[in-house]
């Protein structure tokens, strides 16, 4: 079982490198959100430092979207989800390997790009260590959240749009607690842990919920 | 070890399937058995149901009434015991053959031959490095079918595997197929050209009569 997790998940990181695969266009997607903003807000720093982690936030939310619609349907159109299943490792696992493969490929880069990105929106040092911890323990819980919406748009031939608009507000509580956190590090009322924890717990309640309703999407999916 | 891990006694029986799709009845009143060694060959027109029925044993699709029981499986599942060739060839493109091939032999289990030796035999050895989305039509299906190889499974669901073959490769399928046969495996394939397998059964399935009217279309 361990075996076919690991098969599965060097599968799709390898698919995610090579020509077409979806490695680096959430990370662009990122850096384009982020490098505009400062354009068309003005040169205020005071005004950047206030807003960019929820700049940051936003953008990496959208990031995780952009590619998440092909995350099942690509193996629905190739016939590969007919192969998956025929493992003897349950669906669960299939689309954990899968999921985790996209966070590395997608979630990972984000929160590691964040202290570059943080220089343009005149983050403090703090507040770039914050973004790298909220992005690391937060971008968990809005791939596996997206994952649901993944699988049961998997059939559909443009299902990005619906993807985005089944999933987004499910994804609502884990930008509030994200952004929350990382406002804390850098001044605030509340001590940074409060929201911090509460983030992580978030992301692993997505870690449970969106593994087992996205395979129980699977499978009601034919 | 690898070879017949109890599937010597192994045995598939389908009783009375009905298959439903979109509130209308495909077919219904599909009962057979299947031995170790045996094949059975699908036949009927276009839209019969003959995919779907490969479906329901695959496992993807839900009969709407009917049993399927694999005896003496031990603690394997039907779809454990099986391995699925469809219309699809479920290859990833950016990938090569091989890497495909070994992809698929870490991930179902029970290994049989290497990715190497299977693609030599069903003739594309030259082809291993290449990634599949440079091969040919007829060439992508032989690597889904060297797939059948490299994992040890009883059970092979194949529909129409000739399509896009030529009359060689086509001759190589049927010696792998015998040849599974004759080490205690089992064929449930569907088609409309013929296979040539030795006694193979054949069951044809028509539509159910409540749809579409008789008579054979041109």
């Known amino acids: ?222 | 070890m690898q070879r017949g891990q109890g599937c010597e006694s192994l045995r598939l029986s389908v009783n009375n399937l009905a298959c439903e799709r979109g509130e209308r009845r495909i077919f219904q009143d599909v009962s057979f058995t299947l031995d170790p060694g045996e094949a059975l060959v699908i036949t009927g027109r276009n839209g019969a149901g003959k995919s779907s029925l490969l479906d329901i044993l695959a496992g993807r699709l839900h009969p709407a009434s009917g049993t399927i029981l694999l005896e003496e499986a031990g603690e394997r599942t039907l779809s454990e015991s099986l391995h699925y060739v469809g219309h699809r060839d479920a290859l990833k493109a950016a990938l090569t053959a091989e890497e495909n091939l070994s992809f698929a032999r870490d991930f179902l289990g029970n290994p049989a031959l290497k990715p190497r030796e299977a693609l030599e035999a069903v003739g594309l050895a030259h082809a291993a490095r290449l990634p599949v989305a440079y091969l040919s039509a007829g060439q992508r299906r032989r690597v889904a079918l060297a797939r059948l190889l490299v994992a040890h499974r009883p059970l092979w669901l194949l529909d129409e595997p000739t399509s896009a073959l030529d009359t060689a490769s086509q001759e190589n399928l049927r010696l792998l197929l015998e040849n599974h046969r004759e080490n205690g495996g089992m064929i449930v394939a569907t088609t409309h050209s013929p296979l040539f397998l030795r006694d193979a059964k054949e069951i044809r399935i028509e539509r159910s009569r409540s749809s579409a009217p008789t008579g054979e279309s041109a």
Do not use: C
Request: no cysteine; aromatic share 6%; net charge neutral.
């Open chain 1, 1 to 222: 079982m361990i075996r076919s997790f690991r098969t599965l998940l060097i599968r799709d990181l390898k698919l995610a490198a090579r020509v077409g695969g979806s490695g680096v266009m959430g990370l662009i997607f990122f850096l384009m959100i982020v490098t505009l903003i400062p354009f068309a807000l003005g040169p205020d720093l005071n005004l950047l430092s206030r807003i960019g982690p929820a700049i940051l936030w936003v953008a990496a939310l959208l990031a995780t979207l952009i590619g998440l619609d092909r995350l099942f349907q690509a193996d629905q159109e190739d016939g590969s989800l007919d192969l998956l299943r025929l493992s003897h490792a349950p669906l669960e696992m299939v689309v954990l390997a899968k999921v985790v493969a996209y966070w590395l490929v997608t979630g990972l880069p984000l929160a590691v790009a964040a202290p570059l990105l943080g220089l343009l929106v005149a983050l403090s040092p703090e507040g770039m260590l914050a973004m790298v911890a909220t992005l690391l323990v937060g971008t968990p819980a809005l791939t596996f959240i997206g994952a649901v919406g993944a699988a049961l748009t998997s059939s559909l031939r443009r299902g990005g749009l619906i993807l985005a608009i089944l999933v987004v507000p499910f994804m609502i509580p884990t930008l509030i607690f994200g952004v929350s956190a990382a406002n804390a590090a850098v001044g605030g009322t509340i001590p940074f842990m409060t929201p911090f924890l509460i983030l992580a717990a978030l992301s692993l309640i997505a870690a449970v919920v969106g593994t087992v309703g996205a395979a129980a999407a699977l499978r009601s999916g034919e």
